[in-house]
């Protein structure tokens, strides 16, 4: 590990200040970044700790939503009251994550910015352009079976690891961030980036900025929502596939449906042509399949990840089942 | 009465110590004017080292020195300097010895500096420029260049029983398959520590995570030219090693030839992530080809094992022995053969070559009997064996049969239906499957020391580790009932290799081997009671022999007349207050030669499988074990309950991942390398079958450490096919293998 300066910020503006500096970082629950500085992927010369920030409550919005601030911790989240009423899929999705441990210290900000498990991503001793930009991609041709099948790139094949993310995305949250050049809201969709020839920026987010809130609409989804997360044990593993589905029912028709992939993509993957595909028809397993065909439309395998493709679909058909099935048994 | 604490239920003796962080371990050790050292390790899998700046890292204040091939002192580096008691042969690994890289993650350099944080730091600063060779770690790909070692490290395989080949040819029902088994890291809890303090005299103390002080005490003094009675290792604790402490490791050499030069006290602790760069299970792929007659008599079988070994040692273990141990054929071939990749040796790791071996064979029995359409419990005893048939010996004892019947009871197997894919619950395959194992019980010669205070108080001591298996509280059961005082009054001590002569903990031979000579040593101590007792005044024992004294609540008496009875402090005031003590050194008895003597298990298992997401869980296990006396249950039942634990990761999880186009294990974290987790556990059922042995050793107990996993996984595999149809053979059973 090499040495750093620590500073603690009081207030957003002092943060912002502070992080413009060269090599500098926000630490707040530290669970992602402290492992990665211990073995030297990152190397932050400066962490500005923004744990004493006022931003850890929960609170309803004017347009019947609430917003998250970035310092609430994940279990708080997840246990909230008004979360786990009116936004249960987040609290699931936020349980399937990690250990009790890890969600007691990280926080919800801190989880939009995780970085990717990528096995190279890991080993300084091996190529990554995300962890080194031009350096090559290792697990193209590697060991990549727990890495992305969509929106990938020849120089990047990274997933990003949330379960919570998964279920913003779904939700169509809003992450509110403050810079130097002011404050401004990010459409979930857009808060993360596709790898493209820039794999080393995971996110949008401008170096100056801090995630100040996560804001979610007033539409939560709560008669009929599912997080299923599959993967290699039960408890403690990062996504193989994950789908959030959420959707809104009028008898067994479908008014609106919500679903977000985990585990396949540089970000959480939304394709809202294929979800428009089960507006207005019968909640069936045939339509179910159709969707999920759509869904995994243009997707590709790197060898040891194929499977993943087909498990995405079964794993699309299946979380939708279960979300129909909540009302029937209501 | 007599307490009979073995054979009792105990509470681990150091359990207080244990949760309350007083038990030390190795790294844990307060030692003045500690220097650190941390280890900086190859980034190439082959080749050689053409560069190596530590300016950098030597310019930093508080950095002491940075050794390396160019600058380490030149020591003895003859092979047999380097052998321990579990070395292959070959020529072990010599860190530091010159430029050559033989495998990833190779230790190229130790940083010593004043600070932990220091030396880390220091250590990214070491830049090392290499010559890459082109590498090959590839088992598959180099099967053809397999060859069989000049010399096994194990005994070799046994030879040829009757005519495999021709038998096979005619047989009625035949199988052919290969099964592979990957390479799994042994990943403790402890990772591996040394503290090595050089003191004026030259005498070196080394606190050490190992399963045997005196190797690493022998190891050192032979590696670094110490006469033996100068160097003292001490492992009082251990947390975890599963075969990964048989051998003393780098950071050992490391750490003592850093003391020994800078002339301080030194301590390294490896990271997790270099964990996973010395010894580990290996990746074996084993053929079978097995015969039967069409009423399910087996005809033939051959068992041919491919493994990897390093460049530089033919590491082997006992992976095709399972045949003549656990079925009645008359035509059995077997083979090991090894490929030599640019690996680290591999390294005895829980039940070595019986948990790869018994997987392939046991899964490959089921596949047998569902070409035969038998039940798989009923395939077994058809072809059951009374003798060990590679050794042509009867068994001491085996209650393999009764194993079979009461798991097969308590886990409701008479109600299984044979075909596959019979049982189903929403989207939920069930499935039940079986296998059986063993694992040999052996003793090895052991010593122990006792001494009786004058206030009644005795103190047991011998060279052995407590891996976490419970030897602390064993011994101390074995001495208390022995000498017929309370356990409380019994102090057993261990790690130090001042103490009496023991063999390395491993091999399921603890109980066995210390737990002999402990009692040995406690019958001793009873003859010299019994002599100073005689030489009172009028004494009434003056003409008994030691046959005629009974010893229980710290009393000595006469077993015909219970009421002529004294203390045991009576006794010792004799001699005016000194303690009384014994050394005794038990071999194995020359009876055992005429048999051969296994611990069994019979696994059970129901697996829940998801048809269309291929999800695995593992809903319930019996495992019902014959191995002689259990001495403590309770902790021989968490050893059991640890094994089917363990045999979970081995069916569905575990593997550490090799990347061939860069010859490196990519699997660096506990993150990645994935154990069961407490939701993968389920329901666990142990049964100990009662098992007399009277030959096996003295205490009659055969040791449990191995045999609770070996038939975990293939059980389960076994399961999995009778949920879902598929029969995979290739570990771990991961859900894409399934969908």
């Known amino acids: 590990m090499r040495p750093f300066t620590f500073t603690q910020a009081q207030n957003v503006d002092t ?82 994550g990690a250990t009790a441990q890890l969600r007691n210290m990280a926080t919800d900000g801190g989880n939009l910015l995780q970085r990717t498990r990528c096995y190279y991503f890991y080993d300084t001793h091996t190529p990554c352009n995300k962890r080194e930009p031009g350096s090559g991609c290792s697990a193209i041709k590697g060991y990549n079976r727990d890495l992305a099948i969509l929106g990938t790139s020849e120089h990047c094949i990274a997933t990003h690891p949330s379960d919570m993310c998964v279920a913003l995305a779904a939700l169509e949250a809003t992450v509110h961030v403050t810079g130097k050049s002011g404050e401004r809201a990010i459409p979930f969709a857009d808060f993360h980036r596709l790898p493209g020839d820039t794999p080393h920026l995971d996110s949008n987010l401008q170096p100056d900025e801090i995630i100040t809130s996560i804001e979610l609409p007033a539409q939560g989804f709560a008669r009929n929502y599912t997080y299923l997360k599959l993967r290699d044990r039960a408890s403690y593993a990062f996504a193989l596939v994950s789908v959030a589905a959420a959707l809104e029912l009028e008898g067994n028709t479908v008014k609106e449906a919500r679903i977000a992939l985990g585990g396949v993509a540089h970000k959480p993957w939304r394709v809202p042509e294929a979800e428009a595909l089960l507006q207005g028809q019968t909640a069936s397993r045939e339509n179910f399949q159709k969707v999920a065909e759509a869904y995994l439309q243009g997707a590709q395998g790197f060898g040891h990840n194929n499977f993943k493709i087909e498990l995405a679909k079964r794993a699309i058909v299946r979380a939708l089942e279960k979300a129909t099935k909540m009302e029937a048994t209501a | 009465m007599k307490e009979h604490y073995t054979g009792t239920a105990t509470n681990r003796v150091d359990g207080r110590a244990k949760v309350t962080g007083e038990a030390k371990y190795a790294a844990e050790f307060e030692v003045p004017d500690l220097l650190y050292g941390v280890v900086v390790n190859s980034a190439i899998s082959k080749g050689k080292i053409t560069r190596i700046d530590t300016s950098a890292a030597l310019a930093l204040p508080g950095v002491h020195q940075v050794f390396t091939h160019e600058n380490r002192p030149g020591y003895t580096w003859l092979d047999s300097h380097y052998q321990d008691e579990d070395s292959p042969p070959g020529s072990p690994f010599r860190p530091l010895y010159n430029n050559e890289i033989k495998f990833s993650m190779q230790p190229i350099a130790l940083v010593v500096a004043d600070t932990f944080e220091l030396a880390r730091y220091a250590a990214l600063l070491v830049h090392a420029e290499y010559e890459s060779q082109p590498h090959e770690t590839d088992l598959e790909a180099n099967l053809p260049k397999a060859y069989k070692p000049k010399k096994y490290k194990s005994p070799p395989p046994s030879d040829p029983r009757g005519d495999a080949p021709g038998a096979f040819a005619a047989a009625e029902v035949k199988l052919e398959e290969a099964y592979a088994h990957p390479a799994h890291h042994h990943n403790p809890m402890e990772m591996h520590a040394s503290i090595a303090i050089w003191q004026e005299s030259g005498k070196l103390t080394i606190y050490d995570k190992i399963q045997g002080v005196q190797n690493s005490q022998k190891y050192i003094s032979n590696a670094f030219g110490v006469p033996q009675e100068d160097v003292q290792v001490i492992s009082p604790f251990v947390g975890g090693a599963f075969g990964s402490g048989l051998r003393p490791q780098y950071q050992l050499f490391l750490a003592v030839l850093a003391a020994k030069e800078l002339k301080r006290a030194v301590k390294v602790v490896l990271t997790r992530q270099q964990m996973f760069s010395f010894g580990h299970r290996p990746f074996t792929i084993q053929r079978l080809a097995i015969g039967a007659s069409a009423d399910g008599k087996l005809e033939s079988i051959s068992h041919n094992a491919f493994a990897e070994t390093s460049r530089f040692e033919d590491y082997n273990e006992d992976v095709v022995i399972w045949p003549g141990v656990l079925y009645n054929c008359e035509n059995v071939e077997v083979s090991h053969q090894l490929v030599g990749l640019d690996v680290y040796t591999p390294l005895d790791m829980r039940a070595p070559g019986g948990t790869t071996g018994t997987f392939a064979l046991e899964i490959a029995m089921d596949e047998m009997a569902y070409k035969l359409n038998m039940d798989p419990v009923e395939f077994r005893l058809k072809n059951y064996t009374d003798k060990d048939l590679n050794k042509d010996k009867p068994h001491s004892s085996k209650e393999l049969k009764e194993c079979y019947r009461q798991g097969a009871e308590r886990f409701g197997w008479a109600k299984r239906k044979m075909e596959p894919r019979s049982m189903k619950e929403g989207h939920q395959l069930i499935g039940w499957g079986m296998a059986h194992g063993a694992w040999e019980a052996q003793q090895q010669e052991a010593a122990a020391k006792a001494v009786l205070s004058p206030t009644g108080k005795l103190t047991v001591s011998s060279a052995t580790a407590d891996i976490g298996t419970g030897t602390y509280t064993v011994m101390s059961q074995i001495a208390a009932e022995t000498m017929g005082i309370a356990l409380e009054d019994v102090t057993f001590e261990l790690g130090d290799s001042t103490q009496p002569k023991s063999p390395l903990e491993g091999g399921s031979w603890t109980v066995s081997s210390v737990g002999s000579a402990v009692k040995l040593v406690c019958e001793k101590l009873q003859e010299q009671l019994l002599k100073l007792a005689q030489k009172m005044e009028n004494s009434p024992f003056s003409d008994a022999k030691i046959e005629d004294v009974s010893f229980e609540n710290g009393q000595m008496f006469l077993t015909q007349a219970p009421a002529t009875s004294i203390s045991l402090q009576a006794i010792l005031a004799q001699d005016e207050g000194q303690p009384l003590e014994a050394e ?59 094994g089917a634990v363990w045999g979970i990761g081995v069916a569905l999880e575990e593997h550490t991942v090799l990347d061939h186009t860069i010859g490196r294990f990519m699997t660096h974290d506990l993150d990645k390398y994935h154990l069961p987790v407490n939701a993968d556990v389920h329901e666990t059922d142990v049964i100990f079958v009662e098992e007399k042995d009277e030959i096996v050793n003295p205490l009659g107990a055969k040791g449990l450490g191995e045999i609770g996993i070996v038939s975990v996984a293939p059980a389960i595999a076994n399961a999995v096919f009778h949920a879902t149809g598929k029969r995979i053979r290739e570990l771990p059973i991961t859900l894409d293998k399934l969908m």
């Open chain 1, 15 to 96: 943060a912002v200040r502070e992080v413009s500096s060269d090599g500098a970082k926000f630490i707040a629950g530290g669970t992602n970044l402290l492992d990665l500085m211990k073995i030297d992927v990152m190397q932050p010369s400066h962490l500005v700790d923004i744990t004493q920030i006022a931003l850890d409550t929960i609170e309803e919005t004017e347009a019947g939503g609430l917003r998250l601030g970035a310092l609430v911790k994940n279990a708080d989240t997840a246990y909230h009251e008004l979360v786990e009423t009116r936004y249960p899929l987040l609290s699931h999705a936020i349980l399937a």
């Open chain 2, 584 to 642: 005794a050194s038990q071999k194995p008895d020359k009876k055992q030669k005429n048999y051969s003597s296994y611990s069994h298990s019979a696994t059970f298992v129901e697996v829940k499988v998801d048809e269309d997401l291929g999800t695995v869980k593992v809903t319930r296990i019996v495992s019902a074990v014959a191995a002689g006396r259990i001495i403590n249950p309770k902790t021989g039942r968490s050893q059991i309950l640890g």
